[in-house]
């Protein structure tokens, strides 16, 4: 049996993975297994590249292929392969590829790996050791098959947006990439299992990810409600559920004028008394309408406004301090500015610095986990094409002349 | 494929001390990829003794908001999360049920808690006691801000975690202040990672033979899920505004109503031929010519006016037909659907997404299925949630070899049982 160190460079060091993605959902799945040491090749379309390239923010506002940090935070640790699937001799070489590899991942709408002839029949035919993991809006089968879908549409379709706002304005989805992030990370444990299985029996195998089941597989608890009782799950503004206070409210500014907000999560009574108690507004509790933090979430509108002069005269950091010195929760209100600097994530070493020769110096976020035996590596996101020469010569064999051909003719 | 394929996690033991919805998130999934998860409770943390009607009408988890006669066996939510899963009841506040946890470790692969931080090392557990006695266990702690750090002993919830983490900040009605999600999102995201976490060092564990130790931070798990923008911020210098449903490179985006109440299309139009796409599908109306919508930044300016057009034309629609509409022309559109919509949705229930278990006592639930869909080794409803305690017999018997007079006798003093205990 190997030992840690002779792993080398990680968990997953022993794996190849070839990493067809595009965008979120496949890029950050090929992330997640390079973190820990998975030869990860990135392939892209000669030229122009990831989409994810094109979306930015960028430095200085002026864009640059090399510079998206949506492109740079999804692909860290990857190698740069440039192939053109679509012709012949991309696809060609991408077989080549399969023979030496464990894991392909991709993100293409359904029917296009077939299109081009390589469908998950084919590639396990080459190599039936393959775990090939394929992520899609709606999967790879059902009448909403061909629909086309962003985060607002996932959002929608997976009912997490009707719960999310105000009941009487419309539902919000969220800015950012949550459904694609969660399809990936289904993707990532479904392809470990699939490591797993492989294990026993020297087979690989087919993983069909939606991200629309993805997203529905997060809120169980709008689905328990409607199945055990018919209840519908309703927005019910920026609270929580049926207790309050679970909120975010104003508070005083800090000395740097920062808007004072504070995020309350007040649920059990015992909570709720300790809370009143240190605001020294326990009379409440006589009061019928709040009561309890169940009745509190039918009139909070007055209950917030009953506490309000005491949280204009505190600070965030002061509430969030005085409330979980009595074990009542409570937490900063953060902008993703803010979260670099927090003191938490400092402290465990949260934020990664990595250099990029274009984009510069960075602190991008790590993983939420520690292995103690595997820690992950952090590695900067791949130039386009970066090592196209690099992988088809060590792998393939392939020469300067035949590089040079495959060149010309845009193939690579 | 044949149904008696064995689970990808077959032959992989779990031991989950975890409660609510992170922890217990994941290991129903590693339940539903065929591990065997025992669920350990203490019954002070089962909840309340007693659910009157009027509670059970509140939260609308029990079959038709009837607590029966235990109403811990009967709520939905609990029965969701412990599909698949064994249950035995364990204080692991006396020595003997320490000892029984102990006992079970060594005949175990992984121990999952979501615990705060202090709350195993009082019982007097960690990873090293744990380590000694089974060198190849894997320990999953996933408090929400971590085991180390300032803020490890802060009380929080998915709800907490999310403004906190940024998450929340990436939401909210224009100009207005960070918005938390309607659903604890944190939690079952942080589930997530926890699971990826416990496989990754499963796999390291068959060639090692060593077990590990996991420590996940909730709170991490929010920002590492908005790591594009904390890195966008650094390149642009510019913290991104909240823009409702709107988007930066998309117009028009967002939420019109359709007929009905509270019933709503989402739309999406980016490119110039989805937009070319967009005006024949409603019928190429006079105001989709206007020249301040010729170009996409043109549409991105006047916003307003174009979502008011856009209502016009959804308002006197079925928010379906709108969807199909629209997608027929290519373009992405997707209903705001309900609890009641989503279960009936006919595309998830093509896919066979949804999955029944009869429980034995709250009857037939249908629940989420598994979105890990594997061709060989698929994920599966093995069977419905355990009633408190049910395993006793196969836990402390079979696999701890307990006669049951020793079984009796942990009932009578306490440290198992069927009921909750009162909390004090």
């Known amino acids: ?412 | 494929m044949a149904a008696t394929a064995k689970g990808p996690l077959d032959g992989v033991r779990v031991l989950d001390l975890s409660r609510v919805w992170a922890g217990p998130h994941c290991t129903r999934i590693l339940a539903d990829l065929g591990a065997e998860v025992i669920h350990i409770s203490g019954r002070r943390l089962v909840g309340r003794r007693e659910v009157t009607r009027e509670t059970a009408m509140i939260l609308g988890t029990y079959p038709d908001n009837d607590p029966g006669e235990r109403h811990w066996n009967r709520n939905v939510l609990n029965n969701d999360m412990g599909r698949n899963k064994l249950d035995v009841t364990l204080e692991l506040n006396t020595e003997r049920g320490v000892e029984l946890f102990k006992q079970l470790v060594k005949i175990s692969d992984i121990v999952i808690e979501n615990y705060s931080p202090r709350v195993m090392p009082n019982l007097g557990i960690n990873y090293p006691i744990l380590k000694a006695i089974n060198p190849a266990i894997i320990y999953c702690s996933m408090p929400g801000y971590g085991s180390e750090g300032p803020f490890q002993n802060f009380v929080s919830y998915g709800t907490t975690i999310d403004p906190h983490s940024g998450l929340a900040s990436r939401m909210g009605y224009p100009g207005e202040e960070p918005h938390m999600s309607g659903n604890a999102y944190p939690d079952p995201a942080s589930g997530m990672f926890a699971t990826g976490a416990i496989m990754t060092a499963l796999f390291s564990r068959y060639r090692t033979g060593k077990g590990q130790y996991i420590s996940l931070a909730q709170a991490e798990s929010g920002a590492a899920l908005t790591g594009e923008a904390s890195l966008g911020y650094q390149l642009s210098g510019e913290v991104p505004p909240r823009i409702g449903n709107g988007h930066v490179r998309k117009a028009p985006h967002g939420a019109y109503p359709c007929k009905g109440d509270d019933k709503w299309v989402a739309i999406s139009v980016g490119t110039e031929k989805q937009w070319a796409n967009f005006r024949d599908a409603v019928g190429k109306p006079g105001w989709a010519d206007d020249e301040r919508y010729l170009t996409l930044e043109g549409r991105l300016q006047h916003q307003p006016e174009l979502d008011g057009h856009v209502a016009d034309w959804t308002r006197g629609r079925d928010a379906y037909d709108a969807m199909r509409l629209l997608q027929e022309a290519g373009i992405a559109a997707g209903v705001v659907v309900n609890a009641d919509e989503l279960m009936n949705d006919e595309h998830l229930n093509q896919r066979g997404f949804f999955w029944k278990f009869d429980h034995p006592e709250a009857g037939v639930q249908t629940h989420a299925g598994q979105p890990i869909r594997l061709s060989k080794t698929p994920a599966r409803h093995y069977r419905p949630a355990p009633t408190l305690g049910q395993h006793h017999p196969y836990v402390l018997g079979e696999l701890l070899g307990l006669s049951d007079d020793e079984i009796t006798d942990l009932e009578e003093t306490g440290i198992i049982g069927y009921t909750p205990l009162v909390r004090e």
């Open chain 1, 1 to 412: 049996m190997a030992t840690v160190s002779e792993l080398g460079n990680g968990a997953l060091a022993e794996l190849t993975v070839l990493d067809l993605s595009h965008y979120v959902a496949g890029a950050y799945c090929g992330k997640l297994l390079a973190a820990f040491g998975a030869e990860v090749i990135k392939i892209e379309a000669p030229g122009v590249g990831d989409g994810a390239r094109q979306v930015g923010p960028f430095p200085d506002r002026s864009p640059d292929p090399e510079a998206s940090a949506l492109y740079l935070y999804l692909n860290t640790g990857k190698k740069g392969l440039t192939l053109d699937l679509a012709s012949e001799g991309g696809s060609a070489i991408l077989k080549e590829l399969v023979t030496q590899t464990d894991v392909l991942i991709e993100n293409f709408a359904p029917g296009v790996m077939e299109s081009m002839g390589l469908d998950y029949a084919t590639l396990s035919a080459i190599n039936p050791r393959l775990v090939m993991a394929s992520i899609s809006n709606f999967g790879q089968s059902g009448p909403y098959r061909e629909y086309r879908a962003d985060t607002m549409v996932e959002m929608a379709l997976s009912g997490q947006m009707y719960v999310n706002g105000d009941p009487d304005r419309e539902p919000l989805s969220s800015s950012g990439y949550q459904p694609s992030y969660q399809s990936a990370l289904y993707a990532y444990s479904g392809i470990m299992a699939a490591l797993i299985a492989r294990d026993r029996d020297d087979k690989g195998q087919y993983l069909d990810v939606s991200i629309q089941e993805a997203m529905v597989s997060e809120h169980q608890f709008t689905l328990n409600g409607f199945t055990a009782s018919g209840k519908i799950r309703m927005r019910s503004g920026n609270r929580y559920g049926s207790v309050h206070p679970s909120t975010i409210l104003p508070c005083k500014a800090d000395d740097n004028g920062k808007p004072g907000l504070v995020s309350l999560g007040i649920s059990d009574p015992t909570q709720y008394v300790l809370f009143l108690q240190l605001l020294d507004m326990s009379e409440l509790l006589d009061d019928p309408r709040f009561a309890n933090p169940q009745m509190c979430a039918v009139n909070y509108r007055e209950f917030d406004a009953l506490i309000s002069t005491w949280f204009m005269d505190h600070t965030a950091e002061e509430i969030v301090n005085a409330l979980q010195d009595n074990r009542i929760p409570a937490a900063f209100v953060n902008e993703v500015s803010d979260v670099l600097d927090d003191p938490q994530y400092e402290f465990r070493g949260f934020w990664k610095e990595i250099d990029h020769p274009v984009a510069g110096n960075h602190r991008y976020a790590g993983l939420p986990y520690h292995l103690s035996e595997a820690p992950p590596v952090y590695e900067r996101a791949n130039l386009l094409g970066e090592h196209t020469n690099e992988v088809l010569a060590e792998k393939l064999g392939y020469d300067s002349d035949r590089l040079g051909q495959l060149r010309e003719g845009g193939v690579i």
